[in-house]
């Protein structure tokens, strides 16, 4: 009973420090981008911390948390720095759940039928799920902005193509620097690919040779 109720304590008080280092992170990268990045001209031209923030929640945490984490940024970008009326509050959860559904860890059952379909019933690596899912955050940014800045003023500037471009190749640049100290600081250290040893069959000298009887 008390080693039930250690672990039963163990499991809850590691269930709280994964959720207080989500919450910390989410805010500590909002701080980030709103503080540090605009002192850098070419480090505003997206918000590459708030991207690199939810594709590593995604893969880490999964799809409730990148919901938590997009709506979270929606209402704080909505409130702080609007752009458009309602953008920011409609995008950033939007595809937040739009990218947990491509790159967050598939569930059992999905393996399991990914399995007997012939397939390899395993996730991708999450550094490279990471890392395109950034890059998805940052080109349904570029698009959306574009999109929106046409139907509004009916322009469609080449520069600002070209600065779409730029800001995309930034992002991937940015999530590849990133996500790395922010995994370990969510408590994911970095694993090498053990590869077992291969033990060559040695017959037991002990043991009693077969005696066949006619």
């Not at 969510?186 to 291969?198: A, L, N, Q, T």
């Not at 060559?200 to 066949?212: A, D, I, N």
Request: glycine residues 4%; charged residues 15%.
């Amino acid at each position: 009973m008390i080693q039930r109720l250690e672990r039963f304590g163990h499991m809850f008080l590691r269930s709280v420090l994964r959720e207080v280092l989500l919450f910390a992170a989410i805010f500590l990268g909002y701080l980030i981008q709103v503080c540090v990045l605009p002192n850098f001209p070419f480090l505003s031209l997206q918000p590459f911390m708030l991207f690199t923030v939810m594709a590593t929640v995604t893969v880490c945490y999964g799809r409730l948390r990148a919901f938590w984490c997009g709506a979270i940024y929606g209402i704080l970008m909505e409130i702080m720095l609007s752009t458009y009326q309602l953008m920011n509050l409609l995008f950033y959860p939007a595809v937040a759940m739009l990218c947990s559904v491509l790159f967050a860890d598939k569930s059992a059952q999905q393996l399991e039928y990914e399995k007997n379909i012939g397939k390899s019933g395993r996730d991708r690596s999450p550094y490279l799920r990471t890392f395109l899912c950034a890059q998805v955050y940052s080109v349904f940014y570029e698009v959306v902005n574009l999109a929106y800045l046409y139907l509004r003023e009916s322009l469609f500037p080449l520069n600002l193509v070209l600065r779409g471009l730029w800001a995309i190749l930034l992002c991937s640049i940015f999530a590849l620097i990133v996500m790395l100290p922010l995994r370990m600081f969510f408590g994911y250290p970095i694993r090498r690919r053990v590869v077992p040893k291969v033990v060559p069959y040695q017959p037991s000298s002990t043991q009693e040779p077969m005696q066949w009887s006619i």
